[in-house]
Every structure is written in structure tokens, then in C-alpha cells.
């Protein structure tokens, strides 16, 4: 009887910073042809290494097989279904990773209100370039970011010579929204797939924020807004300026091409190790060791596969 192709081991992959950010596809069946997956449509069929790809966005009127998931699963890649217009976002993946390190330091760290706060007020310098922020609430940050969001919005409307009324989202009513909202949301829901699927390949948890809290992708949102400024937002008002026949789709396709040569997954990757394990950074710390270790108390640890048990069996 067959058992299936055997799993890659994780050595084999590619790892996340030398991957392809995401692929979309819509309206179209997507299979499993070996180690690749293929998608077919009335124009023909293509190939996509699993292995070599970050996030895949299925839009509207995809099917899936079983085998595909599987593949998707075993390459650590992630997979975001997203509903019309790029509106509605679900993802879910494998680590990359065998060993818990990162994790471990994200959970310790969040857990502590004097690192989580030291981890937030991180995360705002990072955007801050030059300011000191070793002293301030988070009330203070919100508010100093908050201001930066709106001087970026102004800036980038006189640029452009688009009218900026307001961040509006309405999931519901997608369409409802102004160009540059609509630019913004499909152009930060292909960011979010990416910014997952580097979290998720690093065996860190989506869930666990440090700013954003009580969400299953709060650090997605943490770590995304890192990056928005420069991104997504001068592309949103160069989109709503063009008016081009299909705004979510090229505000995709344009992100695609700005993550194009991988330089922003090695950021990603850095920026994350940077803020849970600053001292290790630049190191590979180790997250392909499938070493499996015994809690014994207070820090320490036993080795995994041994019986501790006074008499033989």
C-alpha cells in the first residue's frame, strides 16, 4: 500500500529569508506534481517549487487538493486564503524550525511586563531612527506614532495630489472605500501573509504581541507596522494617483515586485531575532537541532530518550 511521498527533511528547505515572499492565484485548481504545485486554469498549467515559496495567497475560486496542503505543509510554507478584493485573511503553516528557542524567548518575554514593555518601546525606535524612546509609556509611543502615521499620510497626499480623508476599513463594503483605502488594505493583507509566514517558518507564535494584544496574529501586526511607512502606504497614494482599472490586484502585484530579490525576507528574519534574542542575532541559533530536552526545575534541563528511573525494566 502507498504511504506517500516522504517529507523533506529540514536541511533540504530554503530558509525563509531565501524564499520567494508569496505567490496569489485565483479562479483556478491548484495540485501537487511531484515536489512542485501546480495551478491550472483555461490558459494552461504552471509549476511553483513549494520549497522556495513563503506565503501562497488563494483568492477567489480556488480549489485545493489534499496533496497540495500536504507539500505546502512538509516545505513550511504558508498558505492565506483570502476573500474578495484580498478583504478577508486566514493562514496557517509549519515552523521551519525544530528547536523552541525563539518561541521560548518570545513567550518569557511577553510575559514579563518590564521586557514586554522594553520589547515595545524596541519596536518603535526601529521606526524612530535617531530618537530616544528608552523612557517612554506606551502612551507616549502610541501618541508619537500616531503622529508620525499622520505626517506620512499628509506628505504623501501633497506628493501624489490625492485628497486624504481618514483611514477608513469596512469588510463588508470593500469597494465602499476611496482609492487610496482600498490600496492600503489589499497591499497590507499580502504583507501580513508575508510578515506570517516568516513568524511561523521561525517557530515563533502569531499570537503572542507585544504592542498588539488578545489577537491570533497580534505579532504579525506588530511586526508588519514595522515596515508600513515605507511599503505600503507611499505605494497605496502612488496607486490611488494612477487609477489603474484594478487597484487590489496591482497593489500585489507592485509589493511583489518591491520584495523582489529576497532582501526583505533577510530583514524580516534579522528584525525578529533582533527583538527576542538581541544578544544571538547574528547567529543561526541553532533552530535545526531536533534535540528534545526534560524540564527539571527552575532553568535546567535533562536529556530527552533516557529513563530516569532507579531499576531496570
Known sequence: MAIGAKPPSL???VRAQDRLTFIYLERCAIHREANAI?????????????????????????????????????SGSTVVWVGEEGVRYY?????????????EAQAALMTNQSSRLRVAREMYAMRFPGEDTSGLTMQQLRGREGARIRKAYREHSREYGVPWKG?????????????????????NTSLYGVVHSVIVALGCSPGLGFVHTGHVRSFVYD???LYKVELTVPLS????????????????????????????????VRDIRHLLLPDDADDELGLDENVVQLWDGSRRTVAGGSNYGDGPF
Open 237 to 268: 497614494f502612488e496607486l490611488a494617483a494612477e487609477q489603474p482599472f484594478d487597484i487590489p490586484g496591482e497593489a500585489r502585484r507592485r509589493l511583489r515586485d518591491r520584495f523582489h530579490g529576497g532582501a526583505f525576507l533577510d530583514r524580516c
Open 11 to 13: 536541511p533540504e528547505l
Open 223 to 225: 511586526i508588519a507596522d
Open 91 to 103: 493562514a496557517h503553516g509549519r515552523s521551519l524550525a525544530h528547536s523552541s528557542r525563539l518561541l
Open 167 to 187: 483611514r477608513t476599513y469596512d469588510v463588508e463594503a470593500f469597494e465602499d472605500g476611496d482609492a487610496v483605502n482600498q490600496a492600503l488594505s489589499a497591499a
Open 38 to 74: 501546480t495551478a491550472t486554469d483555461e490558459r494552461g498549467v504552471i509549476h511553483i517549487p513549494a520549497a522556495s515559496l513563503g506565503a501562497l495567497l488563494l483568492g477567489p475560486g480556488t480549489t485545493v487538493t489534499q496533496q497540495a496542503m500536504v507539500l505546502m505543509a512538509e
